[in-house]
């Protein structure tokens, strides 16, 4: 992926272990997952993770064929209003982190 900073994972161990973590997280609230789905297909997903003291990070994935057809702006308002509504999360913690995500943002930017 284009702006993936992990290397890939040859052995199934190694997820086996990553995603026992990661739903450790979600039980503990630290994290939320939800995966997109269009017409049966997973397409893409979005998280908040590090949620703590009124804040998170969101991130997401898209597979390449869906963009461009607004569903990330559409997830990610989704998930930014179940933050604001569910979590607490304070909207003075919310912008975009100058990164590479530059070019998929058409947002404010801290």
């Known amino acids: 992926m284009r702006f993936w900073n992990r290397s890939t994972i040859a052995r199934l161990a190694v997820v086996e272990e ?9 039980a503990e609230g630290q994290c939320c997952y939800w995966t997109l789905i ?15 003291s009124g804040s998170a990070e969101l991130g997401f ?5 869906r963009w461009g057809q607004g569903l990330a702006s ?25 990164t590479a995500l530059r070019e998929s943002s058409r947002g404010p930017f801290c």
């Open 18 to 26: 990553l995603i026992r973590g990661q739903q450790q997280a979600i």
């Open 74 to 98: 559409e997830a990610v308002g989704a998930v930014v209003a179940y933050g604001f509504n569910h979590l607490a999360l304070n909207p003075r913690h919310a912008c975009w982190k100058k």
């Open 38 to 52: 269009q017409q049966g297909e997973a397409v893409g997903s979005v998280d908040l993770s590090l949620i703590q």
């Open 61 to 65: 994935m898209l597979r390449p064929d």
